[in-house]
């Protein structure tokens, strides 16, 4: 079983416009760079792209926003990008804004086969607003819809060829949970080891959620904001 695929092009080969992508990491942290990169030579439109965030001008995601890509976006955080601002009060970017926890709790259902769940988060506020209410033991708690897509971009610190990966510190932000919430899964690694040499008590998610991976060419790894301390 070899799941190796020769780069990120190749393993978006059935990418289509209109698609929903979970884009995994943090910030710029453990973010799927080279399989961003492929979308936008790639071309493909009127995505819906579900990540934490929206990039910053000019890397990340928003190389896509730059082409016009997105059609929808569903974040958590979107303050570090100018262009995705001016899109989104021009009216030609969609955006749900999701509290953070009901965002991870909403892909964690998608990749447990849970359709819904109620959480107290937002209840009472515009998150809230069309959506069905219930009340449990005295207080008021709101229906959210779990997340799923047709594809999901995870980067790892580390993987091997039948899919079994390990992340790197705050890269692990988001990308385990949606390995397992798309119909495809491709992982992109700094690292593409022996089988073997991964510890099976050390892997966080098994190739068994992975249907192509490969070993990116370059990382840029980014910083949003550099904070220094003055000595």
């Not at 416009?17 to 710029?28: A, H």
């Not at 819906?48 to 001008?57: E, I, P, R």
Request: charged share 25%; proline share 3%; aromatic share 8%.
């Amino acid at each position: 079983m070899d799941k190796r695929v020769s780069s990120a092009d190749a393993a978006i080969e059935n990418l289509k416009d209109g698609m929903t992508i979970l884009m995994g990491g943090f910030g710029l942290c453990g973010i799927p760079e080279n399989l961003i990169a492929a979308v936008q030579r790639k071309g493909t439109k009127n995505l819906t792209v579900v990540s934490n965030n929206a990039g910053v001008d000019g890397f990340g995601i928003g190389i896509l926003l730059e082409k016009r890509q997105v059609k929808k976006m569903v974040s958590t955080y979107v303050g570090e990008n100018k262009l995705f601002e001016q899109l989104v009060t021009s009216g030609e970017l969609e955006l749900e804004l999701n509290p953070q926890g009901t965002f991870a709790e909403r892909i964690r259902a998608g990749g447990a086969g849970i359709p819904g769940f109620y959480t107290p988060t937002g209840y009472g506020t515009m998150v809230a607003e069309g959506k069905e209410t219930r009340e449990f033991d005295g207080r008021m708690y709101v229906l959210e819809r779990s997340i799923r897509g047709d594809f999901a971009f995870i980067r790892a610190w580390k993987g091997d060829r039948w899919g079994n990966l390990i992340y790197r510190k705050t890269a692990r932000n988001f990308n385990p949970m949606m390995a397992t919430a798309a119909d495809y899964v491709i992982a992109e690694v700094e690292h593409l080891v022996d089988l073997g040499e991964l510890a099976p008590d050390e892997i966080h998610t098994p190739g068994i959620f992975v249907n192509a991976i490969f070993q990116g060419p370059h990382y840029e790894k980014r910083i949003e904001r550099r904070t220094v301390r003055k000595i």
